[in-house]
Structures are given as C-alpha cells and as structure tokens.
C-alpha cells in the first residue's frame, strides 16, 4: 500500500496514492510545484553544500573535512523519502535515475556492521553513540527508514530497502535487549523503526521501537544545557500530563508512541498520548495550528504562554503535528483528529514554502514588528536569522526537505476507508478509488474548498450495494449542512461527522455546504499576550494583516480594530473596521485613558499562508481592539 502509515489494527483503513490523488486546485498545484522545483532545489543545495558528498568521503576510509551540521545525514534521507513518493505517485524516469544514485552513494558509507552515519566513527571523529544527547545519529536513522518505508511501498525491494535493513538490524543490535539501554536526543528513531517493521514484517524493528519508548523518560541522557525536559527524558511517557519540550522531538515521540501502542495492543500508552494531545491543543497551540512558542530551545513553553511575535512554530513541528493527529485518528476513527491537520497544513504547511516552491519558513511567528528585505540567495542562512521572509536554504535546513516529503504524499490524507464505505477528511479536487467490502468504489471531489464552501462529491463506480460516505464537517463550520442523491438537505452540527448511506448509483451526488465566510475570533484571556486583540478567520484559513496595506504603508503596530463591525467581504478579498493611529513621544507609557482617536480605515486582510509574497511588510494575525 502506497501510503506512509499502515497500522495494525484500527477502525479506518489508510488510502494509497495509488487510491486517492489530488486532481487540481490549491494542493493539485502545491504538490505539482513540490515535484518541479522543491524536490530539485533540495537535491541542488545538498549538493552544492557538500552534505551528499559527506557519503562519498567516508566510504574512503580516510580522514575528511565534513560539511554540515551533525543531523545533516537526515536531509539527505528526507529529500530522499520524498523522492521515492513522487516516483510512486508519478514513475517519473529522471526521478528514479537520481534516486539509484543517491542510493549508491550512501550505500557505499555503511560499515559491514550495518552502521551509516557521517559524523561519527570514521578516522580523526568521534566514536559512534559517544553523545547521544546531541549526535542525533538514532535520529537520521529515524528518518532513514521512513524513506525506506517509502521505498517499499511504492517499488518494493531493492538496493536502498536492504541498506535500511542493515542499519535497522544494527540499531536493534547494539540497542536492543542485553545492549545499551538508552536513547537518542532526538525522537525519530521510534516512528521510523515502528512503520519499518510494518512494512517489512519484522517484528524485531517494532519490539526496538517500543523498548525506546519505555527507556524515555527514565534519564538516561544528560541535562545537556536545557534541561531533560527538552528531550522528553524527565518524565516516562506514560505519566507526562501535556507535550514539552523541543516542539519537533515531542510530536515524533508522540507519532512513534502511537504505532507502537497500536500494533502491540497497548491501550494505556495511547490513551497517555491522547492526554498528552489534547491538553497541548487547549493550552500550547497557536490559531494557525502552530507549536513551539520559544526561539531560544524551538520548544514549548508553559499553558497559555503564546506570543505571536515569538511564536517559533517551526515548519518542522507543522509536519510533525500532522504526522501525529493522522496516527491518532486512525487509531480511534475519531475524525476531528483532522480539524488540526486542516489547520496545520492550510496555515503553517502551505505558507512555509513560497508559491514557487525555492524558499522557506524556518519559523512561523505570527507578528513580524519589522519589514525584513528578502535574504541573499547564494548562501544557507542561519536558521534564526530570516525573520519575515523566507530563505532558499539554512544551515539548519530540516524543513524544505520535511515539506518535500509531505507533499509529496499529501494526498494520503484526504480518505480513508472501511467495510463499509469511505471517510473524507480534506476538502479538494480529488478521485478516490479503493474497494470497499470486497468490490470497487469511487468518487470524485469538485470544490475550490476554502475559497467557497461547496464540496460536491460524485460517485463514478459503486459494484457493492449500500454504501456509506462520511464527511468530516469542522468544529467552526456552524451552519454547515449536507444534500444527499435524494435531495434531501440535512443541518450538521459543527464538530460532527455527516453520514450519507445510500445504495449510490454512478453519477449521484452528495452535495456539503461550509459557511466560510470571514469572522472574528477572540483569544482565551489566559494568553496574555493576545488580551485585547481578535483575529479573522475565514473557513480554516487565518488571515493577517499586512502594513503593504496599511494607509500610506503604515506599521501594523499603529493598527486597532473595532470587532464590532463583521468583516466584510468584496472580490475576493476580506476587509475590517480599522484605525490607523500615528503614536509619537518621549516615554511609551501614560495614563489609563483611551487614546486619541487614529485615521478611519477599511483595511484589507490577507491568508497568513500569503504572508511575505508582495516584498517586505511587517504583519501580525493577533489585532489590537480599539
């Protein structure tokens, strides 16, 4: 099955790209630039960087001046993850040609005993696993057998499939039961080693996997400059009350807790990730569906602390959260797991990569106080130092090739199916056909869903009778309802699933209406960085304010809002009751007294995700009420 995570057991049955594919619209041209440009430019600057050759000159043998930061191994694994995808997705003959290549070039880098890594173990380095706190060598492992995983599914055995199982074989070797009980810095290694043995069958990989879990948490790293907290060792997976830490390390133990409690029947552990997730989601998550709200550690911070300039919301920990909701929702059927993956990908994903796919989010704050010129283009930046624009690479770069790979399975994500229809959970021009109790059936998606809230669903094939098709309706789409082939029109409650059962016929319909017209929201008032704003959302899409369209080219610091007056919308854009203020003085401080009034404006708003596409702007979602 072409897909990145098959569990088993569950209620829901994952799709394949070879079952579902996107047909057009906003994720159609999303995934079609990834292929063109994103996948190339990543191969193009490790290339360039010299972290690909890093494979080369440790298969010499010899002595070598190695380029990157210690985790860079993973880039090359992630851009090649997303190249076995798209070669599933499309048999592109170019794409295969390249991936034969990486695949010789990094097999020549393993040691007989089935250890690859660059960084460490070769003449005049450090001894393999002597800094587990910050190698990350188990983590490029991590992200090694994902792409193996990849591999797989979509060509099945070869050159780079036995390579990762040397390495997964070594893992389990040296870390396995009577070997060294302890960890890696960086959770990666659990998911990767967990779907490996699903897709391989090996349930040496997935006892690995759960051994890592259970060791977490139990201190066996060292403090490392952050605290244990920041690598999820201070507390045993299992008693943790909320996610902590790295934002990105936290949500890839999460998504590796979760297989490992699916497959080993382990109910207690995936009740402990629920937990976890769901008082991370009321407390520790920005609007846009971002986590990690500290530069310092990428981490995040206590309840309720999100400041929107200093929201870090890495790309990364976007992926991530995806990554983690998916493996929870087929784990419960619970279809509102997907609320967040909409939001996450509509809002952090889709934006972190420019439209034309050749540069990046690092981060995603939702207050840029400065109108940043875009950054030079020879040269990978630091990956604090972008500020409001993106950059074609960092010396940190594990989010191009992280949005490569999701991408370029993005469609897997769409539906899902059982015994007795079929589920949708994104909304986008799309084909699904799979086999439902045994025979064919297929749909087709028209909609330009968020734009306009019109899903229509067609049936073209149905060979078994009654069949049921579940639509997920989202918990701010108040108003919502569903037409069934009868014609019959149903309200939905927002936050619910609509089911359609019928004995569907090719050419019936099922039409789903979404209000997404633009409406206020306003902050709980225990983040005290927001008391006293509202933001606008249309649909699941967070729009924002940027001073390009302020009067004059204003500051967006010199904004107030009156959320009194509903936004209004007009061509296609989004407009609301503004004032434009024009603050002076010596001393930024006064008397509990309104201030003077500003210049009334009616001020168009912007999708966050189109932020920093029309040259440099300060911006910000959060909007001070006047």
Same mark, same amino acid.
């Given at each position: ?50 972290? =690909? ?7 010499? &043998? ?43 070039? =990094? ?34 492992? %991590? ?36 070997? #060294? ?31 890592? =879990? ?129 939001? @996450? ?33 020879? +040269? ?5 130092? !972008? ?29 899902? #199916?059982?015994?007795? %229809? ?42 078994? +009778? ?28 927002? &936050? ?30 225990? =983040?005290?960085? @927001? ?10 899409? @967070? ?12 500051? @967006? ?5 009156? !959320? ?63």
């Amino acid at each position: 099955m072409t897909t990145p995570v098959v569990p088993g057991r569950g209620p829901l049955r994952p799709l394949g790209l070879n079952e579902v594919r996107l047909t057009g619209g906003h994720w159609g041209e999303r995934q079609a630039v990834n292929a063109a440009n994103t996948i190339g430019h990543c191969l193009h600057w490790l290339e360039q960087l010299g972290w =690909i050759d890093n494979f080369t000159r440790a298969a010499t &043998g010899a002595p070598f001046e190695r380029a990157g930061r210690e985790f860079s191994d993973s880039e090359v694994y992630k851009l090649a993850e997303a190249m076995a995808w798209e070669i599933g997705r499309t048999g592109d003959p170019g794409l295969e040609a390249r991936f034969a290549e990486l695949t010789a070039i =990094i097999g020549a880098a393993q040691e007989e005993d089935g250890y690859l890594n660059t960084m460490f173990g070769h003449p005049g380095q450090r001894p393999r696993y002597s800094e587990l706190e910050w190698g990350h060598e188990l983590y490029c492992y %991590g992200h090694l057998l994902q792409a193996g995983v990849a591999r797989l599914r979509c060509y099945g055995e070869d050159g780079f499939t036995r390579l990762c199982r040397r390495a997964a074989d070594h893992v389990c070797d040296v870390f396995g039961p009577g070997g #060294a009980e302890k960890v890696c810095g960086h959770a990666e290694i659990e998911v990767g080693l967990a779907e490996f043995a699903r897709a391989t069958g090996e349930t040496r990989y997935l006892e690995q996997a759960r051994l890592f =879990i259970e060791r977490r948490g139990t201190r066996t790293l060292g403090d490392g400059g952050f605290g244990r907290a920041y690598y999820q060792d201070d507390v045993p997976v299992r008693e943790a009350e909320v996610l902590r830490g790295h934002a990105v390390r936290a949500l890839y133990l999460s998504a590796g807790a979760v297989d490992v409690a699916v497959d080993t029947g382990d109910d207690a552990l995936l009740e402990a990730v629920r937990r976890q997730w769901d008082r991370t989601l009321a407390r520790r998550t920005h609007l846009t569906g971002g986590m990690g709200s500290r530069y310092i550690d990428e981490a995040f911070g206590p309840d309720f602390a999100l400041p929107p300039d200093r929201a870090y919301s890495e790309s990364c920990a976007g992926v991530a959260a995806v990554m983690t909701a998916w493996r929870l929702m087929l784990a419960t059927g619970d279809l509102g797991y997907s609320d967040l993956i909409e939001r @996450v990908a509509w809002n952090v994903l889709s934006g972190a990569a420019a439209p034309d796919g050749r540069s990046f989010f690092y981060a995603n704050p939702l207050h840029v106080r400065t109108a940043d010129p875009l950054p030079p283009g020879d +040269g990978a930046l630091p990956h604090q130092a !972008a500020g409001g624009q993106r950059a074609p690479w960092y010396d940190v770069s594990c989010c191009p090739t992280n949005l490569a790979r999701t991408f370029a399975q993005f469609a897997v994500y769409l539906a899902t #199916a059982d015994e007795t %229809g079929v589920q949708l959970h994104q909304y986008a021009p799309a084909s699904v056909d799979t086999v439902v109790g045994g025979s064919r059936f297929a749909l087709t998606m028209v909609t330009s869903y968020p734009d306009d809230g019109a899903v229509v669903v067609r049936v073209e094939a149905n060979d078994g +009778g009654e069949r049921t098709v579940s639509l997920r309706i989202p918990a701010w789409a108040e108003g919502a309802s569903v037409t069934g082939p009868d014609g019959t029109t149903t309200e939905v409650e927002a &936050g619910s699933t609509a089911a359609v059962t019928a004995d569907f016929g090719p050419g019936d319909e099922i039409r789903l209406h979404l209000p997404v017209t633009a409406r206020w929201t306003v902050p709980d008032p225990r =983040i005290d960085a @927001v008391r006293g704003c509202a933001a606008v959302e249309r649909g699941p899409v @967070v729009l924002c304010a940027e001073s390009i369209d302020l009067p004059g080219g204003a500051d @967006v610091a010199e904004l107030t809002v009156d !959320a009194s007056v509903p936004p209004v919308e007009r061509d296609g854009r989004v407009f609301v009751s503004a004032q434009v203020h024009d603050r002076d003085g010596d001393w930024p401080y006064g008397p509990a007294t309104p201030d003077g009034e500003g210049k009334s404006a009616e001020v168009a708003l912007i999708p966050f995700r189109r932020r920093a596409t029309r040259g440099p702007a300060s911006m910000r979602v959060w909007l001070p009420l006047g």
